[in-house]
Antibody, heavy 114, light 109 residues
């Protein structure tokens, strides 16, 4: 059975960094384009970043360009989101997902507050 | 890139049929179609239909998707109380990135 297990998240102050992780089981990450999607409190789903199957192409929403980095570890079948210079408006539940194929993690809460 | 357009809310009666729409453009919905998601708060989104309008394994036949040009639609037949929640569409945009609709809150009366 395909599963996406997420970890990371928590409470940080503005300007600080955080790394989110997700481990895929039951399928291989290098076969899929992997993404991070977030949902801020009271808002809809917002795409954050995508990595193609071989890691050669990365795409980011404008609001996180230069601050967030998506990456993968093929040996660990894992996907990461390094988030630097966090802002209050980055507060959200972050999901790791293969949007096209429909595999989603349970989400992890990131709260940026002073 | 601009988001996809979904009606904020739709209300239908129990056991009736609801059709949710999602409008984009030739760079996203019209390019590769849309994914439909059901999202209960506190739970991860659940995919109801893939870009080829096929249902993943385990999804009820009450959910069916279609596309006409730049507009995707999700039809839910025989509405049940548990169908009352938020529905999102998403499509890959040629510019590079997934675009989401603002979501439709479905109320089952």
């Amino acid at each position: 059975e395909e599963q996406v297990v997420q970890s990371g998240g928590g409470l940080v102050q503005p300007g600080e960094s955080l790394r989110l992780s997700c481990v895929l089981s039951g399928f291989t990450s290098t076969n899929f384009w992997m993404s991070w999607v977030r949902q801020a409190p009271g808002k809809g789903l917002e795409w954050v970043a995508t990595l193609n199957e071989d890691g050669s192409a990365k795409f980011y929403v404008d609001s996180v360009k230069g601050r967030f980095t998506i990456s993968r570890d093929t040996a660990r079948n894992s996907l990461y989101l390094q988030m630097n210079s966090l802002r209050v408006e980055d507060t959200a539940v972050y999901y790791c997902a293969t949007v096209a194929e429909g595999y989603w993690g349970r989400g992890t809460l990131v709260t940026v507050s002073s | 890139q601009a988001g996809l357009t979904q009606p904020p809310s739709v209300s239908k009666g129990l056991r009736q049929t609801a059709t949710l729409t999602c409008t984009g453009n030739t760079n996203n919905v019209g390019y590769q179609g849309a994914v439909w998601l059901q999202h209960h708060q506190g739970h991860p989104p659940k995919v109801l239909s893939l870009r080829n309008n096929k249902r993943p394994s385990g999804i009820s036949e009450r959910f069916s998707a279609s596309r006409s040009g730049n507009t995707a639609s999700l039809t839910i037949t025989g509405l049940q109380p548990e169908d009352e929640t938020d529905y999102y569409c998403s499509a890959w945009d040629r510019v590079g990135g997934w675009v989401f609709g603002g979501g439709t809150k479905l109320t089952v009366l």
